[in-house]
């Protein structure tokens, strides 16, 4: 809320685009770069969870950052890369202590941003979007002259006390991806590990996330959620109403689709937040339709506290 007091708007779902010129003409050319090509262009954005940090009293953290360079590849960006507040860890703390990037150990958290009951990271509508949302890179740069859109509070029709902002997450238990032929991919897949299908389809096969999550045999198995709390990402940045609470099969994405769970290791649910700041702790075994609606902003169905 502070940060809406300051901006008019909740953070982006994916802060500005590194080393773009505002006025859409192309990109900057990084340090010790002397000609363009279309690899190795800065491209990673900041995540929600790096935008707010001068508003949750980790002003130092954030003023480390530099987001005209790479969140992720920058060396500049190592420092600031590389720590998170421990209260932006749920206990009990479990999972892996941090991920590895091309810089180091990346920090951690257990809290992740809503995008609704959609599947869809870059959906901007509310009827099933949530607080928020991801630009394509090139509508981002060439028409928004890298002014990232987010939500306001007129937006959320259903009111701040009915639509869910925040969630709990569990962190992956390895860093990086695997290929799918590889079985079991290091330690066995358990419920919450997030799968990269390598699917084109508009939304992700159910197959996919299967119950017996060691029958997937394609793709790679992205498994650090929760690992690279600055990065915009789907499975580091986000997660979703499209299933249950702690549901128990596998979070699935093909980068353009996501299905990715609210998780934690309490007993019997999460907690969640509100965008008016309340904190509730959701059950497992909320009615799933009611479940979808606190996870839209805006699509007319005003539902009871939980």
């Given at each position: 809320m502070n940060y809406e007091s300051t901006y008019s708007s909740f953070p982006p779902g994916a802060g500005v685009l590194p080393n773009y010129k505002l006025d859409g003409t192309?990109?900057?050319?990084?340090?010790?770069?002397?000609?363009?090509?279309?690899?190795?262009?800065?491209?990673?954005?900041?995540?929600?969870?790096?935008?707010?940090?001068?508003?949750?009293?980790?002003g130092n953290k954030y003023n480390q950052f530099d987001f005209k360079r790479d969140v992720n590849s920058d060396p500049l960006n190592?420092?600031?890369?590389?720590?998170?507040?421990?209260?932006?860890?749920?206990?009990?703390?479990?999972?892996?202590?941090?991920?590895?990037?091309?810089?180091?150990?990346?920090?951690?958290?257990?809290?992740?941003?809503?995008?609704?009951?959609?599947?869809?990271?870059?959906?901007?509508?509310?009827d099933t979007g949530g607080m928020f949302f991801v630009e394509?890179?090139?509508?981002?740069?060439?028409?928004?002259?890298?002014?990232?859109?987010?939500?306001?509070?007129?937006?959320?029709t259903d009111g701040l006390s009915n639509t869910a902002i925040y969630s709990e997450v569990r962190r992956g238990p390895v860093a990086g991806s695997q290929n799918g032929g590889s079985i079991p991919?290091?330690?066995?897949?358990?419920?919450?590990?997030?799968?990269?299908?390598?699917?084109?389809?508009?939304?992700i096969p159910a197959a996919n996330c299967a119950a017996n999550p060691t029958t997937f045999t394609g793709g790679n198995v992205y498994r650090y959620?929760?690992?690279?709390?600055?990065?915009?990402?789907?499975?580091?940045?986000?997660?979703n109403h499209t299933k249950l609470p702690n549901d128990p099969t596998m979070d699935c994405t093909d980068l353009s689709n996501a299905h990715l769970g609210a998780r934690s290791y309490h007993n019997?649910?999460?907690?969640?937040?509100?965008?008016?700041?309340?904190?509730?702790?959701?059950?497992?075994?909320?009615?799933?339709?009611?479940?979808?609606?606190?996870?839209s902003r805006a699509d007319g169905k005003v539902v009871q506290q939980q």
């Open positions: 192309g990109p900057i050319l990084p340090d010790g770069v002397a000609t363009f090509t279309s690899t190795g262009l800065p491209s990673s954005r900041p995540s929600p969870q790096a935008v707010i940090l001068p508003y949750v009293e980790q190592m420092a600031a890369q590389r720590k998170m507040s421990a209260s932006s860890c749920a206990p009990p703390i479990r999972g892996r202590p941090s991920s590895p990037g091309p810089m180091g150990f990346y920090g951690r958290c257990n809290y992740q941003a809503s995008i609704g009951q959609d599947p869809r990271p870059t959906y901007q509508g509310g394509f890179t090139n509508t981002q740069w060439k028409t928004k002259l890298n002014r990232p859109g987010a939500v306001k509070i007129g937006d959320i991919y290091g330690p066995p897949l358990v419920a919450g590990d997030v799968v990269q299908v390598g699917d084109a389809s508009s939304l959620t929760g690992l690279e709390y600055c990065r915009s990402f789907a499975f580091t940045s986000f997660y019997g649910g999460v907690n969640v937040v509100y965008s008016d700041g309340s904190v509730h702790f959701i059950a497992n075994s909320i009615d799933l339709a009611t479940w979808r609606a606190l996870g």
